[in-house]
């Protein structure tokens, strides 16, 4: 799928995803810094990623894990400083929530440090989950 507005574009095009940016702006979040290439690489196979850009320069990113049919996970919602305050994230959310593979289910995000506000506008609430990782 494509959404246009203005200059910019959004879409879940998986082969559209420049690694590179996704890989930096991962670096500089807090919940994946370390996070290896390969493991993004292999996200890409196996979630649904929706790249903003303007023109040819990607500017933001999300990806959503999902049965389509009961349950989505959003995870990795970021979009470059120089672009934040425009709107790209809500509307990279507004693509996400209108998706298929995400429209008919429950979605579901881990918490975050300092967004609380930014996802109450989608319905999302502020609450613990239950987590286990690898070899825990």
């Known amino acids: 799928m494509e959404w246009s507005r203005n200059e910019f574009v959004i879409n879940d ?6 690694v590179d940016f996704v890989e930096s702006m991962l670096r500089t979040s807090y919940w994946a810094p370390r996070r290896e290439r390969s493991v993004i690489e292999s996200t890409l196979h196996t979630s649904v990623p929706f790249s903003a850009f303007h ?4 500017v933001g990113f999300a ?7 009961t349950f989505a996970w959003i995870a990795d919602v970021i979009v470059d400083p120089d672009y934040r305050g425009k ?3 809500k509307w990279l959310m507004e693509c996400i929530m209108e998706h298929p593979a995400v429209a008919m289910t429950s979605q579901q995000l881990l918490r975050t440090d300092d967004a609380h506000e930014f ?10 989950c239950m987590a286990r990782k ?3």
């Open 134 to 136: 690898p070899g825990g």
């Open 55 to 58: 023109g040819d320069r990607q």
């Open 87 to 89: 709107g790209i994230g």
């Open 119 to 128: 996802y109450a506008q989608f319905g999302f609430n502020v609450s613990e």
């Open 13 to 18: 095009d998986p082969a559209s995803v420049d």
């Open 63 to 69: 990806r959503v894990v999902s049965d389509n049919l």
